[in-house]
Nanobody, 126 residues
Framework: VQLQASGGGLMQAGGSLRLSCAASGLTFSTSSMGWFRQAPGKEREFVAAFRGNGLNTWYADSVKGRFTISRDNAKNTVYLQMNNLKPEDTAVYYC????????????????????WGQGTLVTVSS
């Protein structure tokens, strides 16, 4: 399994970015996919996730209403649409995938995911 994240960059506060994560060797319908981020000097934290068929999604409180996780099955790609960006969203963003569907109570845990992309840097200026 390989995950390739892209789409990061420099954006002013209030702007939007869309991150992409292209997955190979993975079947979305039997996996859970997530986005995590790590800000400078901080631990990596959960951002968003969906499970299996994508009908169930989860978001960190800090991004709820601003970020949207979605997927394109035909392209085997997961997206993170980020709107109304804030300086505190500055971080390296990682996509992650599990071998099987993750139960509700575990989707926010890093150790629920077996595969990780290389990360893409998002910088939001004030």
């Amino acid at each position: 399994v390989q995950l390739q994240a892209s789409g990061g960059g420099l954006m002013q506060a209030g702007g939007s970015l869309r991150l992409s994560c292209a997955a190979s060797g993975l079947t979305f319908s039997t996996s859970s996919m997530g986005w995590f981020r790590q800000a400078p000097g901080k631990e990596r934290e959960f951002v968003a996730a969906f499970r299996g068929n994508g009908l169930n999604t989860w978001y960190a409180d800090s991004v709820k209403g601003r970020f949207t996780i979605s997927r394109d099955n035909a392209k085997n790609t997961v997206y993170l649409q980020m709107n109304n960006l804030k300086p505190e969203d500055t971080a390296v963003y990682y996509c992650a995938a599990s071998r099987q569907r993750v139960i509700n109570t575990q989707v926010r845990r890093e150790d629920s995911y077996h595969y990780w992309g290389q990360g893409t840097l998002v910088t939001v200026s004030s």
